[in-house]
């Protein structure tokens, strides 16, 4: 794994998924400046509203195979097993694919971030253990915000 910075405005993104973990990717994505597609046959309120407000394209429906041929990046986030195993044989091999169920169906991961001062930090498990990762994240914000308020 090699980790790097990612420019996302202009990909072409697809999210399989609208709760909670496929909610999170999306305002993620929505936040760096991309308007994803979004696949679910039920979504979020912050989905709904994301929509609503055209900041992703919402498809109020269950995959269909296919539905991965023009997009560049692929995030699978259901929970239904026969779904996702439909989406990993649709992926093409010039794809990036993040599997939110099954990390050895990925070719990439997120990494924990957060921004301090002029600074993007980053942090991963390579997809071993997400929880922790956060978890480190959390720690390493709280030690920058008490050496802040002792320098101030």
Not at 11 to 24: C, D, E, F, Q, S
Not at 110 to 136: C, M, R, V, W
Request: aromatic share 6%; glycine share 4%.
């Amino acid at each position: 794994m090699l980790p790097i910075m990612l420019d996302v405005v202009t990909m072409k993104i697809l999210v399989v998924g609208a709760g909670k973990i496929a909610t999170r990717k999306i305002q993620k994505l929505v936040a760096a400046g991309n308007s994803p597609t979004v696949i679910a046959p039920v979504a979020s309120d912050y989905v709904q509203k994301a929509a609503v407000a055209k900041k992703i394209t919402w498809h109020k429906r269950i995959y269909q195979i296919g539905d991965t041929a023009d997009f560049q990046m692929i995030f699978i986030c259901t929970n239904d097993d026969r779904v996702n195993h439909e989406i990993t044989r649709d992926i093409l091999p010039t794809q990036l694919v993040n599997d939110t169920t099954n990390k050895a169906n990925s070719n990439f991961f997120n990494l924990a971030s957060f921004t301090y001062h002029d600074f993007e930090i980053a942090l991963s498990s390579k997809g071993k253990s997400p929880s922790q990762t956060k978890e480190l994240k959390e720690k390493l914000q709280q030690i920058l915000r008490n050496e802040d308020s002792l320098n101030s």
